[in-house]
DNA sequence: GTGGTCTAGACCACC
DNA sequence: GTGGTCTAGACCACG
């Protein structure tokens, strides 16, 4: 697992993560039937509590994403791919329509905008390679 | 003041009310100089609580952007303007990041991301006018 | 209220008190629209721990059953008396088909079941006057 | 045997052995002496792990029901049959207060929990056949 | 006052 | 080892 937890961020620790397994099936780093990392193992990799995980997978087994092996621990769903594909979507569409509401309420330019886009798309695709 | 604040947004109230008030500080919307509207005002206007009201002012105070004027409101502070069109670029970029960063956490194809970008951009624009 | 919370029973607390709420939702003991008690409150008057409580009512939120009234407190959602109401026969069937699964096949005389039931009824239809 | 697992039912997995195996000795279904099946036999019918197989005899042990015969295997205990048919009674009316006691918490209507009874002994009846 | 989140640590059931 | 539940107690946001 690759996530990043920010504490800061307004957004609870317990959902960052549910939305961030969400991604990681989405993008296939975790494939159906895969166990994803344990509720301790994932607690003691981020530093953060293992109910605050726990809380996260409970959430994410609710949505369907996660099912429970007995005894063994949490597996992506069937269906869970193409579930958080087109979930994965609807979130970030709404985080972009914020930014989005943002700039236009602060009157920032059009051409402003673009170009800040334009950079930060630069500064992700770099850090892709 | 055209705010817009919404409940189940993930963001405290009173944050979206700070970020806003800034956001129309930068784009000049409200000037150096002029009031604000009352407490009592703005939060009938949201239909929010006053005392989430007030403690927006109170940030914003703290912030600098704002600043008492006895016996008669609070008016946007000098300098109040450079500062929030600086901070508002942070800000925005700030959010910006996060999307782009889940974008490519969850292996968003980077054509799709551009088109989703474009369509949401376009999206704006037509309310712009 | 007057929930029972039976802490050796097989199902989790936190369950037992949804449970319950749907039931008084269902039985209109709580109507539409009114304040459930808080936390705080609900946990004292059962001797249990507030983070169970609310674990119990968050269950009740994401159910549609309650819904957050910030500030305030939670309130019995609109709709939610029907849809209690239906439940409500649902979840006493699935109990009322394992006990009678049971007494099936420990070979329990019909005879005896019958008696053995009505026997039950009359306890509890005793108690209800 | 003729056991049913449901790993979705909130009781324990190896306590729905129990009880089953309870009502098998009540309904003289095995009869005092002979064997119940292995560990493992009984594991791979019903397709649950070998350890809660064991973990269920082990209690059944405990609880007088079964004895192991060395080099042979568990038997039915002298007096087990007697005791569950004793045990049955009490622990399907502990269900069935339970189940009377929520229908009347939720205000179900005396008539309709009466038909909804019947229907399902109706259900049960029939399967019996 | 309200609910929500988080931490810390214990115990249980199951594999 | 796994997840699940519960307790205890702290802090935050909101009214």
Redesign the interface.
């Given at each position: 697992m690759?996530f990043?937890i920010d504490p800061s961020?307004?957004?609870?620790i317990y959902?960052q993560v549910v939305?961030?397994v969400?991604?990681?099936v989405?993008?296939?780093?975790v494939r159906v039937g895969e166990l994803v990392p344990s509720v301790r193992e994932l607690a003691r990799e981020l530093t953060i509590n293992p109910n605050t995980v726990a809380r996260a997978y409970r959430q994410l087994q609710?949505d369907g994403v996660l099912e429970p092996i007995?005894?063994t621990g949490l597996a992506v769903a069937a269906g869970a791919h193409e579930q958080?594909r087109t979930e994965?979507?609807t979130?970030?569409?709404a985080?972009?329509?914020?930014?989005?509401?943002?700039?236009?309420?602060?009157?920032?330019d059009?051409g402003q905008?673009?170009s800040?886009?334009e950079s930060?798309?630069a500064?992700?695709?770099r850090?892709?390679v």
């Open positions: 690759f990043r961020d307004d957004l609870a959902d939305r961030q969400k991604f990681a989405a993008g296939e780093v609710a007995r005894g958080c994965r979507v979130l970030i569409r985080r972009l329509r914020q930014v989005l509401f943002e700039a236009r309420q602060s009157r920032l059009s905008l673009r800040l886009i930060e798309l500064h992700v695709e850090e892709e």
